[in-house]
């Protein structure tokens, strides 16, 4: 397709935010990188068609408002891709009106200027188990920072040179706020001296763990 740039309309009722003008846009940051682009059946879909290293994206922005929680929630299907993890990515940014990146309401103690507020990063919502027809669902709620008045999802395909990938049923939506939940943390002290490889090395914590376990660990930090 060149440097044309492909746009699909969709159009979301009820609850559901609608991106500005209702489109989604396909990007890639070099001519000389820029994969195929379709739109099959509703689906958004992305393959190298005979480049090395592809990398591209759809992508539309969502009004959102600061302070909600919001759902992110789609379909993804991959044909020919063997790490998916890799080469498959969804991404949200959090943007102000102006699209410029918003920063984080809770300050930091931790960097060079402790006290400011960081940068907003990125969130990348998680992929789900497959189904028997080959989609998976890739969800997760957030909560939008407070000067953010939109969200930029991406669904990209990076460094890729054969297979296919595919999204439908894209959607963000409000909801209300997950209920807090607390969780157990276990932190494991250990120098592993004995065994002859890293694997070995790494089976000398299996024991730890387990006691973890045991005690209803949520998480485990070594």
Not at 198 to 219: G, T, V
Request: proline content about 6%.
């Amino acid at each position: 397709m060149g440097a044309m740039k492909i746009f699909a309309y969709f159009a979301f009722v009820g609850a559901i935010c609608a991106a500005p003008l209702g489109t989604w846009e396909t990007h890639s940051p070099r001519k000389e990188l820029e994969p195929s682009w379709g739109k099959e059946g509703g689906s958004l879909a992305i393959f190298p068609n005979g480049r090395r290293g592809a990398v591209g994206q759809w992508q539309a922005r969502f009004s959102v408002k600061g302070g909600q929680h919001y759902r992110f929630l789609a379909q993804r299907k991959t044909s020919g891709i063997q790490n998916v993890q890799r080469h498959i990515v969804e991404r949200l940014i959090w943007l102000d009106e102006h699209e410029r990146k918003v920063k984080r309401d809770e300050p930091t103690y931790s960097s060079y200027r402790p006290g400011t507020a960081p940068r907003s990063e990125p969130e990348f919502p998680r992929a789900g188990a497959k189904t028997r027809s080959g989609w998976v669902e890739v969800s997760d709620t957030f909560r939008a920072p407070t000067a953010a008045s939109q969200v930029k999802v991406e669904l990209c395909l990076r460094w890729l040179d054969g297979g296919k990938v595919e999204w439908r049923n894209v959607s963000v939506k409000q909801v209300a706020a997950p209920k807090p939940r607390k969780v157990r943390l276990a932190t494991i002290h250990f120098k592993p001296r004995a065994g002859k490889s890293n694997a070995d090395k790494c089976r000398l914590f299996a024991p730890l763990i387990a006691e973890a376990a045991m005690k209803k660990a949520d998480f485990v930090v070594l």
